[in-house]
């Protein structure tokens, strides 16, 4: 599925998503105006629709409030119990009328937002899944990864972000935290 590249950032906002609230990727599907994920949770039934909006039909090229209609009768159509839009930006109705129909709504400017604890541990389980896919193993300790070298120059992407993500773990800095995460998201996205 071909992507522009400044449309990157919201599927990577959307991969977040799913990584940190444990949904599970079962269908990705092109709509008029961008990217459908249909997405199960592992521990429930609940049936949960991601539309990331890459391409608003809007002269403005703002996501309006018919793209909310028509997300609102697609859940009821196809059963959803819940969704999350994404969106560079929204018109004012458009937010007025997510919040009426339970919708979440993302945005450059607003969320997802995680808890610190949750999106680091979250973010080790999906390095961990890297490092298997790339190297074949999971490092049992740092000396372990071949991805840093002794004079500390990193060769391996994952390792850098990894570290990165530890250093700002440890000072409680959730929001460069989750832009490690979306960092993680694009490497992986782009392998």
């Known amino acids: 599925m071909s992507v522009e590249l400044g449309d990157e950032s919201l599927i990577e906002k959307a991969e977040l998503?799913?990584?940190v609230r444990g949904y599970k990727d079962e269908e990705r599907r092109r709509w008029d105006e961008g990217i459908d994920y249909v997405a199960s949770h592992g521990e429930s039934d609940d049936k949960v629709l991601l539309r990331v909006v890459t391409e608003p039909k809007s002269i403005?090229?703002?996501a309006g409030s018919d793209v909310v209609n028509e997300m609102?009768?697609?859940?009821?159509?196809?059963g959803y119990d819940k969704g999350v839009l994404i969106s560079r930006r929204f018109t004012?109705?458009?937010k007025d009328k997510m919040r009426r129909e339970g919708i979440q709504m993302i945005s450059e400017k607003s969320g997802p937002w995680f808890e610190l604890e949750e999106l680091y541990v979250t973010m080790q389980e999906y390095i961990d899944g890297l490092c298997k896919?790339?190297?074949?193993?999971?490092p049992e300790k740092q000396s372990d990864c071949k991805g840093k070298d002794s004079d500390g120059h990193y060769s391996c992407g994952i390792?850098?972000?990894?570290?990165?993500?530890?250093?700002?773990?440890e000072r409680?800095?959730?929001?460069?935290l989750?832009?490690?995460f979306e960092r993680l998201i694009a490497v992986h996205l782009n392998e």
Do not use: P, Y
């Not at 609102?72 to 196809?78: A, G, P």
């Not at 409680?172 to 460069?176: A, D, H, I, R």
């Open 17 to 19: 998503v799913m990584a």
């Open 60 to 62: 403005s090229g703002i």
């Open 92 to 94: 004012n109705s458009a």
């Open 159 to 169: 390792r850098l972000i990894s570290d990165n993500a530890s250093f700002h773990f």
């Open 178 to 180: 989750q832009r490690d």
């Open 133 to 138: 896919t790339k190297c074949g193993r999971v």
């Open 172 to 176: 409680g800095w959730t929001n460069l």
């Open 72 to 78: 609102s009768e697609t859940m009821k159509r196809e």
